[in-house]
């Protein structure tokens, strides 16, 4: 099957380390190996204004901040259409759609969206749009008939609901969509990156994130303050490290070749970890190796940000050209899911010829 790749991310804010081995990684790795017939990555303003509806300035801020991360890391437009959600009309009228294809309860059973009604608060005032965010989600999807969706595993429950619909349209209507899959890190710990907090997930709305564009010294200063293991206070108390971000970010990020650079006393992770382990081995050394590592991640992504931060006025044309390329394919795909839906008045002649002669014999 040919692969129409389709994802997002929504311009609360830059983009994270949690983006970046949850998502971005995979995007690249997927855009440069070529192998795909379309893929679309989308700023989803829509979405993110169902929970920041007050707040409009943060998401037209962060519009060009996710775009310029997307370039930093090499997402490239000449082989991929980065687009903007709300510049898709398309998608919100399938919403509607959609809307009648999934009960209320089913919405309120979504465990991310129960999870994050409660991280904002929303338990006795939840936004309509909020709540129906995996609809829309759908449609970001379908609309572009997208089969691999690469994405963090709080996204799962998402892809569950829009399988769903995309059965139950395909049911009712006719087999017009397509049911998309969910693409997850191969390694463990970059399927959901906890916070610099040591909470579950590193979060934009939470802001325990360690950004793409975060400076080497705004780095290490984050790491440096990192949650670790509470119970390790002196060097030589044995600590632990499943539970230890600082251990889970180099999990997602080190090499043997870092260690070769940055602590040749070491071979691998796993030698690290034994001795952290054990005892003898202190927080702040890991950090610092930790900070080393990451900034030399970062080190090329940041220069590439520059490059583009030079140039805005062609990353807002990049956008436009995109969402202009997204709405035709959504356009296409709309006619034909009303075609299947009955509701293409207009374009069906076989059906006004038919009233015609229902009201002649009538006569
Ligand atoms: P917000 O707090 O506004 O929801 P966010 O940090 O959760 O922001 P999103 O824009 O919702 O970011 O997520 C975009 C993509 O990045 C999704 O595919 C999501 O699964 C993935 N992602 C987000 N955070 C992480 C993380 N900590 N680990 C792995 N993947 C993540
Ligand atoms: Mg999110």
Redesign the pocket.
């Known amino acids: 099957m040919e692969k129409i790749i389709l994802?997002?991310?929504?311009p609360?804010?830059k983009?994270?380390?949690?983006?970046y081995?949850?998502?971005?990684k995979q995007r690249v790795e997927l855009q440069n190996k070529g192998d795909f017939k379309e893929m679309y990555v989308m700023i989803?303003d829509a979405q993110?204004l169902t929970?920041n509806a007050d707040n409009p300035e943060k998401i037209r801020e962060n519009i060009i901040e996710v775009a310029l991360d997307y370039l930093s890391v090499g997402l490239d437009p000449s082989k991929i259409t980065i687009f903007i959600q709300s510049a898709v009309p398309e998608l919100t009228e399938f919403t509607f759609y959609y809307m009648n294809l999934v009960t209320l309860s089913r919405l309120e059973r979504n465990p991310t969206v129960k999870s994050?009604i409660n991280q904002k608060g929303f338990e006795t005032s939840l936004p309509m749009g909020f709540l129906t965010y995996p609809v829309s989600q759908t449609s970001d999807i379908t609309a572009f008939k997208a089969n691999i969706?690469?994405?963090?595993?709080?996204?799962l429950p998402m892809l569950e609901q829009s399988r769903e619909i995309v059965r139950s349209f395909n049911n009712i209507y006719g087999e017009v969509l397509v049911e998309p899959k969910a693409m997850l890190?191969n390694n463990e710990v970059?399927?959901?990156?906890?916070?610099t907090d040591g909470k579950a997930?590193?979060?934009?709305?939470?802001g325990n994130?360690i950004y793409l564009s975060d400076s080497k010294e705004e780095v290490e200063r984050k790491v440096m303050s990192m949650y670790t293991d509470p119970n390790h206070i002196k060097v030589e108390d044995p600590g632990n490290t499943k539970d230890n971000p600082v251990f889970i970010y180099l999990e997602a990020f080190v090499t043997d070749e870092h260690f070769k650079k940055y602590l040749p006393e070491y071979q691998n992770l796993n030698e690290l970890k034994t001795h952290y382990e054990k005892g003898g081995l202190g927080d702040m050394k890991v950090k610092r190796f930790l900070a080393n590592v990451l900034n030399t991640e970062l080190e090329p992504i940041r220069q590439r940000r520059k490059e583009y931060e030079g140039k805005i006025k062609e990353v807002y044309q990049i956008l436009e050209e995109g969402s202009k390329k997204a709405q035709s394919k959504a356009a296409e795909t709309l006619k034909e899911a009303k075609a299947a839906m009955k509701i293409n008045y207009f374009e069906d002649e076989a059906l006004i010829n038919s009233h015609i002669a229902k009201y002649r014999e009538e006569a």
């Open positions: 994802t997002g991310d929504r609360t804010g983009l994270h380390l949690g983006h081995v949850g998502s971005l989803a993110a929970d994050e969706v690469p994405v963090g595993d709080d996204q890190s970059c399927k959901r990156l906890p916070g997930k590193m979060s934009k709305s939470i994130c």
